[in-house]
């Protein structure tokens, strides 16, 4: 006979299956609801792949959950192992199949009333490519498809399966690591070859090279000491000769097999995440700091002897008494009380040549083997954004040495752990590293791709939240976009299709919580990128506009100072919310590139700069250019020594130190070289700092488009004007088709993306179609539409609203327009399975 508490254990069960069942039903009818209007709307020649990837996605979803159910053991297991989640890891699995099948139900019920609002001509849209990921081709800063640029989407890890990757991204490639070496003659593994001559050159990937697991047979050849650092990506010692001796091996074997395949046209990355941090605090060894072998020291004799020529100018800088470069001793990993002296300084340049010099090798190597192959580093650009630079990422070198801007890029909405953070006083999210490293590679390479191959905006190591608001995965993706991301990697898709997590338990602490369980999230990221893809020309306009304002980066004070990047984010956050794209200069940018492509060179806090960099700014000068500096800028060298002060010479330089004033005259420059945005935005929200970023470009029409995304954590109303306006500022929302109001308020994520008119200038025919024309327009009373005879003639509200229908007997159409009110209207036709809609304006 049952217990009391077993029976009720086993109500409470049955309670639990008949809701996961009531819900399972729900979703799968709402399913089918959907697919009907699918049906509908292509039949009314309606792009609804949106919709289709909407299904697909509540279909594996709703398997997951089924998985999830069936698994709440292992599911407890791994939320145990999130730090937010660890004390209630029981609730939350047993919570999550239910959670899943419900945000499934609201992504459905969403779509079928955007489906029945495209249906009866509410809103309308644009359409979206599909995708062939086969026939995609990369040229230059795109990758094109069907002749025009598109933005390709994927996740790491995820199965590629029909089910998985018609929707949800087709990225392929291939993984190299140094154990496929299988002796010191080079052999390359009989499976490795096995794998590549068998694999089809089907969809765009790219090569990862990974630099851990070093053969066995290389720790007898090369030495045991080869093997180091193993709890760093790079797992071995790259000054030690056999390291490219290895490397030389593996590309000799498997890079011509690759050469010209469809699988590596998005480059070989030569590394994930590298870093080389080399400090220490006291006894205390930082996370992947370590020391370096004596081939290392051995380099950087040289490299001081290159550098400083006598060993009296080096002992005179160090404050030491070697008799000469070869006596030369320095202990690392360094410690950190020696920053901002002339040791710290050489050993961390020198750290930034020796990684740079080493990853030039692996790059000439390959292309050694195929000349047409393109490179890339998966960088973390915080490295560059945030201010330590003992870890020997040089953003600017390899970035110019690499074919495609590689990155790891990050954003974060929260934390799960330690003190407040800076952001969160006046935004919904941290963009730093996003915003400013983008704009920083754009500005070293601005003909490139950007490729994110581990996009670390929806999880982190410290930011997850089950709960995630679906906008900020649209904030974030469509900001990163038009700051120049061209292709991306979501970390991460950590399922098997069957829904059972990948390896198991094995997938660690970066699973529990992600979105891997956030149906709504997955969605609106492809739902986004599909938008991204309907408007890829603005958006693309976007990335490619001049930055007319740039701030002056120099590597020698951000070795030197303690807080260099956070002084240059403080200028760059003044600057951020005017509309004017933003840019950095350096010695090499200045010297390789048109100065004409900006208006003004801004220095802020910038106390050391090499005599280069000096000489690169008085040449600016020299030339017409202009400068703003504050006086804390260009004080001494690298080593602390009194430098010269520039001079205006042929140019404009002004002295100027607060914040405020050099916005309000680096904006002024802007203006009056005519380079201003021809959209005027004020902005209005809780806490009296703005948050709204903006770009403005012209489309193809000529019209303004613009994109705005609110980074506050309040929301904010804007007023949005076209400068020179005649008369109204119009304001059509260009994901929806309609007309909506020039003074918005959007709340944190929320995206506003318009086509900004003079109403006054509407009456230009837009389309170049001579069989279909509107006169007058505007009109007060009858309007004449010229149309094929036959056509069908439809005239809408601006919001969708059907006032007429009618069918053309002959070439031109003459219908009333008295019982209108004053305002813009939609006049449609439909002819031979083509549509085309015209605006008309009716004034009294």
Not at 225 to 248: C, K, N, Q, V
Not at 334 to 360: C, H, P, Q, S
Not at 467 to 495: D, I, S
Not at 591 to 606: A, E, G, H, P, R
Request: charged residues 20%.
């Amino acid at each position: 006979m049952m217990s009391r508490f077993t029976l009720i254990v086993f109500f409470l069960l049955i309670g639990i299956f008949s809701n996961a069942q009531t819900l399972e039903r729900q979703a799968r009818t709402k399913i089918t609801e959907l697919n009907t209007l699918i049906s509908k709307a292509e039949n009314e020649d309606i792009s609804v792949i949106k919709e289709k990837m909407t299904v697909r996605t509540a279909e594996i979803f709703l398997d997951f959950a089924n998985w999830d159910e069936a698994n709440m053991t292992m599911n407890t297991d791994l939320f145990a192992l999130v730090n937010k989640y660890k004390s209630n890891a029981s609730e939350m699995a047993n919570l999550l199949p239910d959670f899943e099948r419900n945000d499934v139900i609201k992504m459905l019920d969403e779509a079928i009333l955007y489906t029945t609002l495209l249906i009866q001509k509410e809103v309308f849209r644009k359409p979206a490519p599909v995708v062939n990921w086969e026939e995609v081709t990369h040229q230059n800063d795109q990758l094109t498809f069907n002749g025009k640029p598109v933005f390709l989407s994927d996740y790491t890890w995820k199965p590629k399966t029909s089910f998985l990757t018609e929707y949800h991204g087709n990225l392929d490639g291939f993984f190299l690591t140094p154990s496929i070496v299988t002796d010191k003659n080079g052999s390359i593994k009989a499976n490795t070859l096995n794998d590549l001559n068998s694999k089809p050159n089907a969809s765009m990937g790219f090569i990862f090279l990974n630099h851990k697991n070093v053969p066995n047979w290389s720790l007898t050849e090369y030495g045991t000491d080869f093997e180091m650092r193993t709890d760093t990506f790079t797992g071995y010692d790259i000054d030690h000769p056999g390291a490219r001796e290895l490397w030389s091996y593996l590309f000799a074997g498997v890079v011509p097999k690759m050469a010209g395949k469809k699988y590596s046209q998005l480059g070989y990355m030569l590394c994930n995440e590298p870093h080389f941090f080399t400090q220490t605090n006291g006894n205390n060894l930082p996370w992947a700091s370590g020391s370096v072998s004596n081939f290392t020291i051995e380099k950087f004799k040289t490299w001081l002897a290159n550098k400083h020529i006598t060993i009296s100018r080096l002992n005179s800088l160090w404050g030491t008494n070697f008799t000469s470069f070869n006596n030369v001793t320095i202990s690392i990993p360094i410690d950190i009380n020696k920053k901002g002296n002339a040791i710290w300084y050489d050993w961390a340049l020198f750290n930034m040549y020796r990684v740079t010099e080493w990853y030039k090798f692996l790059k000439s190597e390959i292309k050694t083997h195929d000349a047409n192959a393109k490179v890339h580093l998966k960088i973390m650009p915080h490295l560059w954004s945030d201010n330590e630079k003992i870890h020997g990422i040089d953003l600017e070198a390899l970035t110019e040495i690499s074919e495609i801007v590689g990155n790891d890029a990050k954003a974060e909405n929260n934390h799960m752990w330690g003190p407040e953070e800076e952001w969160e006083a006046h935004y919904s999210f941290k963009w730093r590293e996003l915003c400013m490293g983008y704009d920083f590679m754009k500005s070293v390479s601005p003909n490139k791709i950007n490729f994110n191959s581990e996009t670390h905006f929806l999880t982190t190591a410290k930011s997850r939240d089950l709960y995630l608001n679906p906008a900020y995965a649209r904030a974030t993706y469509w900001l990163a976009h038009t700051y120049g991301m061209t292709a991306n990697q979501t970390w991460f898709w950590a399922r098997t299709e069957d829904g059972s997590p990948r390896n198991g338990i094995n997938v660690g602490n970066g699973y529990a919580g992600s979105n891997n369980h956030q149906p709504r999230v997955i969605n609106e990221l492809q739902s986004t990128i599909l938008d991204l893809n309907s408007f890829s020309d603005d958006i693309m306009a976007m990335q490619r506009q001049k930055k007319p304002i740039r701030i002056f980066y120099s590597k020698t004070s951000a070795i030197n100072k303690e807080t260099h990047l956070d002084d240059i984010f403080d200028l760059y956050e003044t600057l951020h919310f005017e509309g004017i794209p933003l840019g950095f200069a350096t010695k090499n940018i200045i010297k390789k590139q048109d100065n004409n492509l900006w208006d003004v060179i801004v220095l802020y806090k910038t106390p050391f700069i090499t005599q280069e960099e000096f000489t690169a700014l008085q040449s600016y000068l020299d030339q017409g250019g202009t400068v703003i500096i504050d006086s804390e800028s260009v004080k001494k060298n690298e080593y602390g020594e009194s430098l010269s002060s520039l001079n205006a010479s042929n140019g404009s330089l002004m002295r100027i130190s607060t914040l405020s004033s050099i916005k309000t005259n680096a904006l002024s420059i802007v203006d009056t070289k005519n380079h201003s945005p021809e959209i005027a935005i004020t902005e209005t929200n809780g806490i009296g700092v703005k948050g709204c970023v903006w770009k403005n470009v012209k489309n193809e029409k000529g019209n303004n488009v613009l994109s705005v995304v609110n980074l506050g954590k309040t929301d904010a109303t804007l007023t949005v004007n076209l400068k020179q306006a005649i008369g109204n500022t119009i304001t059509t929302d260009l994901l929806k088709g309609i007309e909506v109001s020039n003074t918005p308020t959007l709340k944190p994520y929320e995206l506003y993306f318009v086509e900004v008119t003079d109403s006054n200038n509407l009456s230009v025919d837009e389309i170049k179609d001579e069989t279909f024309k509107l006169y007058p327009n505007p009109t007060n009373s009858f309007l004449n539409i010229q149309s094929p005879i036959g056509s069908e003639i439809v005239v809408y509200s601006i919001t969708g609203a059907v006032l007429q229908v009618l069918k053309s007997e002959e070439l031109i159409t003459k219908i009333s327009t008295q019982g209108y009110a004053t305002g813009v209207y939609l006049v449609k036709i439909k002819y031979d399975k083509k549509t085309k809609t015209k605006k008309v304006i009716v004034s009294k």
